[in-house]
């Protein structure tokens, strides 16, 4: 990694292009703000820590990768505290066991092998599925409870309804800023709801605090939630991130992010972040695939935004819970949306040169996303790859649950080999009884 190439690329593109920058940072808040509210209401998390922390968090991985790599929530955690309302102990127990998993993992390099060793059509898969699991978690959980004219004047469906219409708008002329426009609009209206209900922010300097899990926070963070999250951030957050940085930015002027690399930074965030009550965070391929849709390109997006949230975490911390609570949910769901949309989209090049295997296999040292591979491969094999990854998403989606996904794709994946496994073991047996009648 070229640190010094990377914050060259950073500087300029920001210097050229910082309004699709900044806007492009923004992608990811629609995952993002309702995760770490609905964590911070519950005294589940400090929203000042986790605003200090993710910031850190932003800018370091904005500096050493050069991408708009995402410091977003671990969800399975979240889904799991929320529900049953973890203690601090709790849910810092779980994010510094996933952490000290991923870090084993990794420095004995089973991670790596892991990677290498998961078909292209699973990795596509994994892919899609997570942009499908956010486009239906935004219509279940934020946009299904609006009605046309409620819960208010700021946030309801004819709101989501123009941010529908202004987001198919913007696909037809990227250089918009959509997120920022979109951020800057709710902002005003919770700003007015705020204020409406005497619940401004104030000024509330940031009070460090060290969170000790108890024995007992060990058992109940590490077992009920921390298990589950495993093969998320192994699947989602580190080896579909990988490939998503390759598909997304070929021509990246620096190296692309490495399995190791991006699962030591997962490692190091939660070690660090999680002993002072930061909510637990990973990169994924959502937020990446967010932050691409809405503009960004380097990783100067996220250290404007991660200077953002450390700042506001500084001096407004706790006191920023009300605000947040009252940013409209319509113009979040939308962005989600949007960001699982963007994510689904890569499962168009499975069976192009935009896919690694293909274009390995071709002699390249990149791809060209949408290239026709001509003879490259048969009708056949364009359909076995297709239904392992349809398998994969299918699975995933439906059980919400990536391991399943993963092991149902990997299952149909093997299914296909079999007949070429049963003509090799043929061959292995006639060359064998052969070689004994020579004898």
Known sequence: ?????????????FRHH???????????LGTFLPIAIALAVNNTVSLSSTLIFSGIFNILTGLFFGIPLPVQPMKAIAAVAIARNFTNGAIAAAGLFVAAFILLFTVTGLLTRFSNAIPIPIIKGIQCGAGLSLIIASSNTLLS????LSPSWADNRLWALFAFLSLFATTAYRKVPYALLVFLLGLLFALIL????FSLPSLTLWRPSVTIPSRHEWAIGSLDAGVGQIPLTTLNSIIAVVHLAQDLLPDHPSSPPSTTTIALSVAGMNLLGC?????????????????????ARSGASVVFLGAFKLL????????LVELLKRFPTALLGVMVIAAGLELVSVGESLNTTGARDIWKAAGRTNGLVGEEIGPMLTDVERKRRWMVMMVTVGLLVGFKNDAVGFLAGLLC?????????????????????GGVRLE
């Not at 910082?18 to 990811?28: A, M, P, R």
């Not at 705020?194 to 209900?197: D, F, H, I, K, V």
């Not at 506001?312 to 006191?319: D, M, R």
């Open 194 to 197: 705020a204020a409406q209900s």
């Open 275 to 295: 002993w002072f009550g930061a909510m637990p965070v990973c990169h994924g391929s959502g937020g990446l695939a967010a932050q691409y849709r809405f503009g």
């Open 413 to 433: 994946h093997w299914a296909f080999e079999i007949p070429a496994l049963v003509e090799g073991v043929k061959r292995w047996w006639a060359e064998r009884r």
């Open 312 to 319: 506001v975490g500084l001096f407004f911390g706790e006191s």
């Open 145 to 148: 409870s609006l009605t046309w």
């Open 18 to 28: 910082y309004v699709s920058e900044i806007s492009g940072s923004l992608g990811d």
């Open 1 to 13: 990694m070229n640190l010094r190439q990377t914050t060259a690329h950073n500087l300029s593109t």
